[in-house]
């Protein structure tokens, strides 16, 4: 299957991302949200990094930021989807919202569009469950920010077929990402140890145990990551966090995702991180 046109659902950080990956791909996107002011900051976010990556020299010479964005529909009309070869779906990590997004892409998509769940802990499996087409709804786990990320976790739920696996796969090279591919299960590989590591950390802070620029230097000089746990749960957005624990944990019945009574208090007063300017760090 010869993917051309992808719908993008969702214009908050990951699906902008996801729109300008695509478009730089050679695709022709339709990005949609429920809001013209969402999408409006969408084109300028877009925009921003586009220009940036002009003076980083890592834009394709034959492409301007321009051209790029004029690969991109920019609307809140789920009904452009109807000529889609595939969506990635991006909204919010909670269940009754993804869901409503779903009965709307069944409404408008055609039988042969493959459903690609952008999640971080939502088995694709249950996904599939609300369409009458499982076999063609698959989980790609996008990194933040996606342009920039060349790996991306893949998920098979029950019912996703070869020709779906394959056909994602494709579409994936074109993007310039390399594919894993695992088993569904809640929050797959990476959200299910990661979320519990950002979780600790965030406990250790709530206990005085050491502050956030601690934590995250003993992480990067002691184990050689790039970044720590607590400016990762900034990147990531801490209320994006909080909802991956609460369905981990809810879909584990463990209390070891527990979620931190300090996250909830953070998310609670708007302090989602880079996103809103304030997490356990300024920006």
Same mark, same amino acid.
């Given at each position: 299957?010869?993917?051309?046109?992808?719908?993008?659902?969702?214009?908050?950080?990951?699906?902008?991302?996801?729109?300008?990956?695509?478009?730089?791909?050679?695709?022709?996107?339709?990005?949609?949200?429920?809001?013209?002011?969402?999408?409006?900051?969408?084109?300028?976010?877009?925009?921003?990094?586009?220009?940036?990556? @002009?003076? =980083? !020299?890592?834009?394709? $010479?034959?492409?301007?930021?321009?051209?790029?964005? &004029?690969?991109?529909?920019? #609307? %809140?009309?789920?009904?452009?989807?109807?000529?889609?070869?595939?969506?990635?779906?991006?909204?919010?990590?909670?269940?009754?919202?993804?869901?409503?997004?779903?009965?709307?892409?069944?409404?408008?998509?055609?039988?042969?569009?493959?459903?690609?769940?952008?999640?971080?802990?939502?088995?694709?499996?249950?996904?599939?469950?609300?369409?009458?087409?499982?076999?063609?709804?698959?989980?790609?786990?996008?990194?933040?920010? @996606?342009? =920039? !990320?060349?790996?991306? $976790?893949?998920?098979?739920?029950?019912?996703?077929? &070869?020709?779906?696996?394959? #056909? %994602?796969?494709?579409?994936?090279?074109?993007?310039?990402?390399?594919?894993?591919?695992?088993?569904?299960?809640?929050?797959?590989?990476?959200?299910?140890?990661?979320?519990?590591?950002?979780?600790?950390?965030?406990?250790?802070?709530?206990?005085?145990?050491?502050?956030?620029?601690?934590?995250?230097?003993?992480?990067?000089?002691?184990?050689?990551?790039?970044?720590?746990?607590?400016?990762?749960?900034?990147?990531?957005?801490?209320?994006?966090?909080?909802?991956?624990?609460?369905?981990?944990?809810?879909?584990?019945? &463990?209390?070891?995702?527990?979620?931190?009574?300090?996250?909830?208090?953070?998310?609670?007063?708007?302090?989602?991180?880079?996103?809103?300017?304030?997490?356990?760090?300024?920006?």
């Amino acid at each position: 299957m010869e993917i051309q046109l992808v719908g993008v659902v969702g214009a908050g950080v990951m699906g902008r991302g996801v729109a300008q990956n695509l478009s730089q791909s050679g695709f022709k996107v339709i990005l949609i949200d429920v809001s013209e002011e969402i999408l409006k900051k969408a084109g300028e976010e877009i925009k921003q990094n586009l220009r940036f990556q @002009v003076m =980083m !020299k890592k834009l394709d $010479e034959s492409q301007t930021p321009e051209s790029i964005l &004029d690969n991109i529909v920019f #609307t %809140t009309n789920f009904k452009l989807l109807e000529k889609c070869d595939y969506v990635i779906e991006n909204v919010t990590e909670k269940w009754d919202i993804k869901k409503d997004v779903y009965a709307q892409l069944e409404t408008f998509c055609p039988e042969s569009c493959i459903y690609a769940v952008n999640t971080s802990v939502i088995p694709i499996t249950r996904i599939g469950s609300v369409t009458r087409r499982p076999g063609q709804v698959i989980g790609i786990h996008f990194m933040n920010p @996606v342009p =920039m !990320k060349t790996m991306v $976790e893949v998920i098979r739920g029950y019912h996703t077929t &070869d020709e779906t696996i394959e #056909t %994602t796969k494709n579409l994936l090279s074109r993007m310039g990402k390399e594919v894993v591919l695992v088993n569904d299960s809640p929050g797959f590989v990476s959200n299910r140890v990661l979320m519990l590591t950002i979780n600790e950390a965030i406990f250790l802070v709530q206990d005085q145990v050491a502050p956030a620029e601690d934590v995250d230097k003993i992480f990067k000089g002691c184990f050689g990551h790039k970044m720590g746990p607590l400016e990762t749960g900034d990147l990531i957005g801490l209320d994006t966090i909080l909802y991956s624990l609460e369905a981990l944990c809810d879909s584990f019945n &463990d209390d070891k995702y527990r979620p931190s009574p300090l996250l909830k208090k953070m998310v609670d007063a708007g302090l989602h991180g880079r996103k809103s300017g304030q997490g356990f760090y300024t920006y």
